[in-house]
């Protein structure tokens, strides 16, 4: 495994009201819920977002798309 491909990856699903996590293991092979927070204090928001990067030694972030289930 190269240093670049190397540590965990948190996931965000934004949403209006929720967003939800989700953090990889060390390799990248599996992805676990890591909970939902609540999108309407931005600052808590955030701050959660860096707590759980530092906790979980985070090396990348993915942000998800929000889409319908249609697709649009």
Known sequence: M????AGRVLSIDPGTVRVGLALSDEDR?????????DAGDKMRLVASI???CR????T????GLPRH????
Do not use: D, K, Y
Request: charged fraction near 20%; glycine fraction near 8%.
């Open 29 to 37: 092979v599996l992805a676990t819920p890591r909970g939902v927070l």
């Open 2 to 5: 190269t240093q670049s491909s």
């Open 55 to 58: 906790e979980e030694e985070v």
């Open 69 to 72: 289930m249609t697709g649009e």
């Open 60 to 63: 990348r972030i993915l942000m």
């Open 50 to 52: 860096v707590q759980t």
